[in-house]
C-alpha cells in the first residue's frame, strides 16, 4: 500500500507591472523647443563672429584711421624731423606680430612716450594726444643746454656732451671749445659716460654753479671747472693757472681768500702761477710755474 503524501499546497499571485511614459507627442515638442533654442544660438554666434571680423577688418586692415598728420609743438626744427624719422621707424613695427602701428586705433602713445626718452635723450618731456581718425598732437620739451661736460679721467681724448641744469647728458659737443661765454666742467672721476644718464648729482652741479657765479664776481670767470673728487673742484682760468677748493669749507671765504692772495702775494706775476690752494680754510698755499 502507498501512503499518501501531504503536499501544502501554495496560492501564487501575479502583478501586473505598469510603467508610465510620456506621451509621444510631448517628447516631440520638447525637441523641437531644444532644436530650436540650439540653432538660434548658433545663429547669434555666428552673426557676432561675423560683425567682429568685419569690425576688425575695417579698423586694422583698411585704409580708415591712417595717421596723416602729425604735429609737433615746442621743439626746434631739426628735433622734429629726429621725432618724425623715430615715428616713421616705429611705425613699422607690428603688434601681435600683425598690427603695424600707423593708425589711430593701434598706436601706442604711452609706451612711444617712454621709448622715444631713450632714443633722443634731448627730449625732457613728450605728451601725446590722439585726435581721431588721422592725428597725432605731441607737445615735446626739450633739454635746455647748460654747459659742456667732458669725462676727463683721460685728458688725452676725453668725451664731451651738452648737459642740462638738471645734470643730464643728452648730445656729443665738441672738446676744443675754449673761452668764458659757456660753462665747462671737466670731470676727472669718468672715463666714459652714455647719453641721457644724470653723470653730477646736483649738490656738485649746484657748488659749481655758485663757484663759477663768486669767482666771475669777485675776480674773473673761469674758463672751465675741474672736479677730481666729490670734494676737491678747482677752477682753471685763462693765463694757465688753477685755484683749488674744498667742499667742506665756505666757498665764499675761500673766494676772499683767493682775491686776498692775488692782490697782497701774486700781483703782477699771475702769468707765472701754476696753482693756489684753498682747501685748508683760512691756509692758503701757491705754486709757480717750474716747481718753486
Known amino acids: 500500500m502507498f501512503k499518501k503524501r501531504n503536499t501544502r499546497r501554495f496560492n501564487y499571485k501575479s502583478a501586473v507591472i505598469k510603467r508610465t511614459r510620456p506621451h509621444k507627442k510631448r517628447v516631440l515638442f520638447v525637441k523641437r523647443v531644444r532644436n530650436v533654442f540650439s540653432s538660434k544660438i548658433y545663429i547669434m554666434l555666428g552673426i ?25 609743438g615746442g621743439v626746434s626744427e631739426s628735433t622734429q624731423k629726429e621725432i618724425i624719422e623715430y615715428y616713421n ?22 609706451e ?10 634731448k627730449i625732457k618731456k613728450i605728451e601725446i594726444r590722439i585726435k581721431m581718425p588721422h592725428t597725432l598732437n605731441m607737445k615735446v620739451q626739450e633739454r ?30 665738441p672738446n676744443s671749445v675754449r673761452g668764458s661765454l659757456i660753462k665747462i666742467i671737466r670731470d676727472s ?5 652714455s647719453l ?20 666771475d664776481t669777485a675776480y674773473e670767470r673761469p674758463s672751465y671747472i675741474l672736479i677730481k673728487n666729490n670734494d676737491e673742484i678747482s677752477a682753471g682760468f685763462s ?10 669749507q665756505d666757498l665764499m671765504e675761500s673766494v676772499e681768500n683767493l682775491v686776498l692772495i692775488l692782490n ?27 716747481g718753486t
Request: with cysteine; net charge negative; hydrophobic share 45%.
Open 89 to 110: 621707424k616705429v611705425s613699422q613695427q607690428r603688434k601681435f606680430l600683425i598690427l603695424k602701428q600707423n593708425k589711430t586705433v593701434s598706436f601706442s602713445a604711452r
Open 144 to 173: 635746455t643746454q647748460e654747459g659742456i661736460w667732458c669725462a676727463y679721467a683721460k685728458a688725452e681724448a676725453p668725451q664731451c656732451f651738452f648737459y642740462d641744469s638738471s645734470g643730464v647728458i643728452y648730445e656729443e659737443a
Open 48 to 72: 557676432f563672429l561675423a560683425s567682429a571680423i568685419g569690425v576688425g577688418y575695417f579698423l586694422f586692415f583698411t585704409n580708415h584711421f591712417l595717421i596723416t598728420d602729425i604735429k609737433i
Open 264 to 290: 697782497e702775494e701774486i700781483g703782477l706775476r699771475i702769468g707765472e702761477l701754476l696753482y693756489v690752494d684753498l682747501r685748508l680754510g683760512n691756509k692758503a698755499f701757491y705754486k709757480w710755474q717750474g
Open 189 to 193: 672721476r669718468v672715463a666714459t659716460a
Open 239 to 248: 693765463l694757465g693757472w688753477e685755484a683749488q677748493f674744498s667742499r667742506s
Open 112 to 121: 612711444f612716450e617712454k621709448n622715444i626718452l631713450f632714443e633722443l635723450p
Open 196 to 215: 641721457g644718464s644724470a653723470i653730477m648729482s646736483l649738490e656738485i652741479l649746484e657748488y659749481a654753479n655758485d663757484l663759477i657765479e663768486s669767482l
